[in-house]
């Protein structure tokens, strides 16, 4: 396949990616199309720039606007969002590369790029864009425009932080040994299920999810705590969408939703940020000890020569 055909397939398939995980994000709305805490086809959409280039981007504005025509928004005001939609991810790209992100996501200079430039700030544009083009289609007032703003806002940057970072650094392989792979298949599960049980009880018991995210940070790094804080943000705004996760009214009900998903999100990514670069710093350390020693060696052995040399008559 040449590089035009692969360049097709992979916009085809950021298209059919952002349009199934829009109808998903729709599933997960606290108010049916209306509000969305977790918009997955952002977190797509900037992974899918990081790891192929700009040169996908058709992918997100096919994607963007046969969900935006699908939701019955006017054409005018799906040919706005559509362009914020689209704006906004490649903004994230083009800040993350001006200020040398790494993928890899295994240093703190990283985690912070992805926060405040990838979500935090890129995704202004998406819910600027996307709060005009509804009052210009005389779908909401006005005085609305800043509370639909807000809630696009998180929706969107949520996804960069919750799902960029998983699709970034799943592993394409596991070489580990087999109990470290239990430890991680356990690791997994008892995550899921603890999210289940403090999301849904009654009880306000939301920080017995942090060990579990903070060991898989500690162990696995992005690996597996991307996956955690991916299950973990998933169950939470599942829970709210049926009305279990907190009492209140739906503005309270968005705001500890939001911190808690921040909260998970942020441990994961930073945490496992810092580990990866401690990890990184003390190999650097054995790597350079090890050439240390075999220069030392390797002169000691010379001198022994030129000793041996000294002592030992010729012939």
Known sequence: MNAALRTAATIAAVAVAYFATAQVGLVLALVKGQVTPLWLPTGISVAALLMTGRRIWPGITLGAFAANISLGAPLFSALLITAGNTAAPLLAWYLLTRFGFRPALDRLKDALLLVFAGALGAMLVSAFVGAVALRLGGVIAWHEVPAVMSVWWTGDAMGVLVFTPLLLTVPR?????PRRLA?????????????????????????????????????????????CAVIISVAAVMAAASGHFATGDLLTTMIVLQAFNGSVAL???????ITSERNEARQAIERACEQLAETVARYQDVGARKRLGRVVPPG
């Open 183 to 227: 430890e991680a298949a356990a690791l997994l599960v008892t995550t899921a299920a603890l999210a289940f049980f403090v999301t849904t009880t009654e009880l306000r018991l939301l920080f017995l999810v942090f060990p579990m995210l903070i060991w898989a940070a500690l162990r696995f790094q992005h690996a597996i705590a991307a996956p």
């Open 267 to 273: 441990t994961g990514l930073i945490l496992s940020a």
């Open 173 to 177: 392989q596991w070489n580990a040994a």
